[in-house]
């Protein structure tokens, strides 16, 4: 199973710009959809983003459509999700997810969909 590992993420004011990397270890994830998931403070895991194994597919969030961007290099086994327009309502912690489960369809936007995890990363976004 592969090992996900963030980083890129820390405290940035309202209107700045963040780029948060997920590197896979252990087995590579070259065929396997990546995705970007988020959980403020007493809230559910929320789908953020997510790429196909080629890049070809993406799909957003509405929340973050037009300020965020996923892409990935297969080479480096990393994906990446570069924020702007970063908002107070985007404080969380970020997780990277791989593996979607066999039976599960595109555009994998539910967190149980998925079988590996990094362990998070937090992102804070100062008014």
């Known amino acids: 199973q592969a090992q996900l590992v963030e980083s890129g993420g820390g405290l940035v004011q309202a209107g700045g710009s963040l780029r948060l990397s997920c590197t896979a270890s252990g087995r590579t994830v070259k065929t396997s959809a990546m995705g970007w998931f988020r959980q403020a403070p007493g809230k559910e895991r929320e789908f953020v983003a997510v790429?196909?194994?080629?890049?070809?597919?993406?799909d957003v969030a509405e929340s973050v459509k037009g300020r965020f961007t996923i892409s990935r290099d297969n080479g480096n086994n990393t994906v990446y999700l570069q924020m702007d327009v970063l908002k107070p309502e985007d404080t969380a912690l970020y997780y990277c997810?791989?593996?979607?489960?066999?039976?599960?369809?595109?555009?994998?936007?539910?967190?149980?969909?998925?079988?590996?995890w990094g362990q998070g990363i937090q992102v804070t976004v100062s008014a």
């Open positions: 997810a791989a593996d979607p489960q066999y039976g599960s369809r595109w555009p994998y936007q539910l967190a149980d969909e998925y079988n590996t």
């Open positions: 790429i196909s194994w080629s890049g070809l597919y993406i």
